[in-house]
């Protein structure tokens, strides 16, 4: 009998880990609250045109690069990756504790290998749930003594479960008795601001199309959607005011004109990392409940696809 495992939660995270067990023979089923899988990496038509949720570019895709060395044993360096301009730098990033050299090895394959995905952040989720047992519309409201519960009331058992789910709403929605030390430290950990971004349609070659990320002032950020959609997002932190953040963009972008626009907020990237204290293991004092996600170590694809890989690991340890 293969081992079987639970994963909450079908974004990136639970997607990864997913894969990699099903690879290794384990007998996967995962629980998604949404109708669709994909979590942040969702994308949708507007007119006709995909707007990304949550993705526009990865770094480390070049050969023997920290992202490649995981993608490629699980068949994702087959996608239609391609290079990306370098970005102008990540300053949106603060570290109060690392070091000079630490930020460099954070940003370093961001800021020299830039890469983007034809048909973005769907076309990653898409290769992902292949063959996957994925139960969507199914949200998880219990998690008791090895099985989870959902809101509608479907019953799941299996000897690992694992949640890709921020640990803080994992652990309020355990009944087994957790250490209380355990939980005041992930009540202390502190959630990064929401991203706001504004998806705006251009008048036809308006303005030069470009492939890498601009940033402004550290606060904005402009990205082009796919050559030939005539598509700029414009993204920063926090609370955002459309029409000003089309101001700033025309500052550097002189020529744009914008058509029309739409808003959307989107959860931001998981919990603030301001140290090394601050990452969190994939083991729980629970031996069948382990972690995954963006808010274990690093955010983003890169950071996500790391946590993954860390989680299977200590599972099969
Ligand atoms: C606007 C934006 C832009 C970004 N751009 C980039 C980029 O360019 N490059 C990059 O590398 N990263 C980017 N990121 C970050 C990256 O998308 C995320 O770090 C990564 O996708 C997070 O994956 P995850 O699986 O940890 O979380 P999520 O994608 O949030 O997945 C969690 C899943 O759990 C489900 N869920 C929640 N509650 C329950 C429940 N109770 N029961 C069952 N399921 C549940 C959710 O519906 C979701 O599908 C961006 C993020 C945002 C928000």
Same mark, same amino acid.
């Given at each position: 009998?293969?081992?079987?495992?639970?994963?909450? %939660?079908?974004?990136? %995270?639970?997607?990864?880990?997913?894969?990699?067990?099903?690879?290794? %023979?384990?007998?996967?089923?995962?629980?998604?609250?949404?109708?669709?899988? =994909?979590?942040?990496?969702?994308?949708?038509?507007?007119?006709?045109?995909?707007?990304?949720?949550?993705?526009?570019?990865?770094?480390?895709?070049?050969?023997?690069?920290?992202?490649?060395?995981?993608?490629?044993?699980?068949?994702?360096?087959?996608?239609?990756?391609?290079?990306?301009?370098?970005?102008? !730098? *990540?300053?949106?990033?603060?570290?109060?504790?690392?070091?000079?050299?630490?930020?460099?090895?954070?940003?370093?394959?961001?800021?020299?290998?830039?890469?983007?995905?034809? !048909? &973005?952040?769907?076309?990653?989720?898409?290769?992902?749930?292949?063959?996957?047992?994925?139960?969507?519309?199914?949200?998880?409201?219990?998690?008791?003594?090895?099985?989870?519960?959902?809101?509608?009331?479907?019953?799941?058992?299996?000897?690992?479960?694992?949640?890709?789910?921020?640990?803080?709403?994992?652990?309020?929605?355990?009944?087994?008795?957790?250490?209380?030390?355990?939980?005041?430290?992930?009540?202390?950990?502190?959630?990064?601001?929401?991203? *706001?971004?504004?998806?705006?349609?251009?008048?036809?070659?308006?303005?030069?199309?470009?492939?890498?990320?601009?940033?402004?002032?550290?606060?904005?950020?402009?990205?082009?959607?796919?050559?030939?959609?005539?598509?700029?997002? @414009?993204?920063?932190? &926090?609370?955002?005011?459309?029409?000003?953040?089309?101001?700033?963009?025309?500052?550097?972008?002189? &020529?744009?004109?914008?058509?029309?626009?739409?808003?959307?907020?989107?959860? %931001?990237?998981?919990?603030?990392?301001?140290?090394?204290?601050?990452?969190?293991?994939?083991?729980?004092? @629970?031996?069948?409940?382990? @972690?995954?996600?963006?808010? @274990?170590?690093?955010? =983003?694809?890169?950071?996500?696809?790391?946590?993954?890989?860390?989680?299977?690991?200590?599972?099969?340890?």
């Amino acid at each position: 009998m293969p081992k079987s495992a639970l994963i909450i %939660g079908a974004g990136l %995270g639970g997607l990864l880990c997913g894969r990699l067990l099903s690879r290794k %023979g384990w007998d996967v089923t995962l629980l998604e609250a949404d109708e669709k899988p =994909g979590g942040v990496l969702k994308s949708f038509l507007w007119e006709g045109i995909p707007c990304e949720c949550g993705f526009h570019s990865v770094g480390g895709l070049g050969p023997g690069e920290a992202l490649e060395k995981i993608f490629r044993p699980l068949g994702l360096m087959e996608l239609p990756w391609y290079k990306a301009d370098a970005d102008e !730098g *990540f300053p949106f990033l603060r570290l109060n504790a690392a070091t000079e050299e630490e930020i460099r090895h954070i940003t370093g394959p961001y800021t020299q290998s830039t890469w983007r995905l034809k !048909g &973005g952040g769907s076309t990653l989720v898409e290769e992902l749930t292949k063959g996957l047992k994925i139960n969507t519309g199914n949200k998880v409201v219990k998690i008791e003594n090895q099985s989870v519960t959902c809101q509608n009331e479907r019953s799941f058992k299996a000897d690992v479960t694992v949640s890709s789910l921020s640990p803080d709403l994992t652990f309020s929605l355990l009944q087994d008795h957790v250490r209380p030390a355990y939980l005041k430290r992930l009540a202390r950990m502190e959630k990064g601001p929401s991203i *706001f971004t504004v998806h705006c349609l251009l008048e036809p070659d308006c303005v030069p199309w470009q492939s890498g990320d601009i940033f402004l002032d550290g606060q904005l950020m402009l990205h082009f959607g796919e050559p030939g959609t005539h598509l700029l997002e @414009l993204l920063c932190f &926090g609370r955002g005011r459309a029409e000003e953040m089309i101001a700033r963009a025309k500052t550097r972008l002189p &020529g744009l004109v914008v058509r029309k626009y739409h808003t959307l907020t989107s959860a %931001g990237y998981g919990y603030i990392k301001h140290s090394r204290a601050d990452y969190i293991a994939p083991a729980t004092p @629970l031996p069948w409940l382990f @972690l995954t996600g963006q808010n @274990l170590g690093l955010h =983003g694809i890169l950071g996500t696809a790391v946590s993954a890989l860390n989680t299977c690991k200590c599972i099969e340890s």
